[in-house]
């Protein structure tokens, strides 16, 4: 077996999109290890949708305090110039375009961009939380996740069989084994995971990769 | 208005509370925000049949002591105690952890009734309530199980669906201190949906951390302002 990424590798991979002063909501499980990843000299507003904004990196066990919380139940850091306020404030916030990035888990993602994160098969009781809010308002969409399931059947797909939590979302996405733009019309692999090759990857994808003229290894 | 609005305790606020009402329950997940002192006097109290309305469906006792040592209580006891008919909500259980919360377990034996709705269409539809108005439009849900069933408009050429307001006779909340008029603020992320579903209801009652003289709030930082709140509790921390 080759090694895949790890999820802190996956998620420092995908903190390398935060923008200078660019306000980022990170999503339940493993986007909020973003939190711990920002490239240096960089500065990001993380953006939570229970109410603040201006977080620091996770709470270590001498920090905890249970009413500071990302949303994922986390404890988290303050920073200077960090704000509370309310969940009709955060969302309106988010609807209206204000979060430049989130970072979202998934189940699959489709070639279109289809987000499917909330719903799976035989768990009619879960929900989509923020989820739908952030996918339809925030104004880049980036997926970080497993490439296959713990079966090994692929996450990205031609079309989604899971319950979609928006369309035409998603426009980039950040797995164990690859980088894959969205581009409208089909995926471009960007980056590879380093001892991979490209039939390798496209073997465990169900959306046809088309290759990027400058398809490289991932670094950090 | 009522004057004197301090009860003594959790279980004497929410005594009257029948069976069959509509609550809305502040917090945002498990922690946090949560009332959590009001909660288990309703499920002392015993009120059958309710209609809940908050962000997340609880994990319960049992599934609590995955997330932290200890366990801890949350929605999941009324749902355990069989009080619930219907939850209206973001996330009525986690899909990381396994299907038995008191919730999921009700609804896989078809005992309740669940709405899911996106959290923020949830804060908005309460916002729509509390302020008379009728429902708004949202682009959020659109090409989902969400506008199954709902107005669909094109607004500037961009797709939306009609949802429509909650209120509810009871809200529950947890605020930081109030003042004896019943003026709350909140602290850190614990204030989440509860400002929101404090104006809501036609009975707000609030469990607080310290009440404190009318006049010592600083009225800049009054976040709920009086006339939304209808009983409050302290419950020291």
Known sequence: MKDRLDEMTIALRAAREFTDGAVVNLGYGMPGLCANAIPEGRTVFFQSENGMLGYGSLATDAEKDYEMINASDQPVTPLPGMCFFDSAASFDMIRGGHIDIVVLGAYQVSEDGDLANWGRPGRPATGMGGGMDLAAGAKKTIVTMLHTTKTGEPRIVRKCTYPLTARRCVRLIVTDLAVIEVTGEGLVLREIAPGWTLPEVQGLTDARLTPSENLKEIEL | ?237
């Open chain 2, 1 to 237: 208005m009522v004057l004197n609005k301090i009860f003594r305790n959790c279980n004497e606020a929410v005594a009257d509370i029948p069976d069959g009402a509509t609550i809305m329950v502040g917090g945002f997940g498990s922690f946090g925000g949560l009332p959590i002192n009001l909660i288990t006097a309703l499920a002392d109290q015993g009120a059958k049949n309710l209609t809940v309305i908050a962000n997340m469906g609880g994990v319960g006792f049992e599934l609590s002591q995955r997330i932290k040592p200890g366990g801890y209580q949350d929605l999941g006891i009324l749902f355990e105690g069989g009080q619930v008919r219907k939850f209206i909500g973001s996330v009525p259980a986690l899909g990381g952890m396994p299907p038995n919360s008191p919730l999921e377990q009700l609804y896989n034996e078809g005992k309740v009734e669940i709405e899911t709705v996106p959290q923020g269409t949830l804060a908005e539809r309460i916002r729509c309530g509390a302020g008379g108005l009728g429902g708004f439009y949202t682009p959020v849900g659109v090409g989902t199980v969400v506008a199954e069933g709902k107005e669909k408009k094109v607004i500037d050429g961009k797709e939306y669906i009609l949802e429509l307001p909650l209120t509810a006779d009871f809200a529950l909340i947890k605020a930081h201190k109030a003042d004896k008029l019943g003026n709350l603020v909140y602290r850190k992320t614990a204030r989440c949906f509860n400002p929101v579903m404090a104006t809501a209801a036609r009975t707000t009652i609030a469990e607080v951390d310290e009440v404190v003289a009318t006049g010592e709030l600083d009225p800049e930082v009054v976040v709920t302002p009086h006339v939304y709140v209808h009983r409050i509790v302290e419950v020291r921390r």
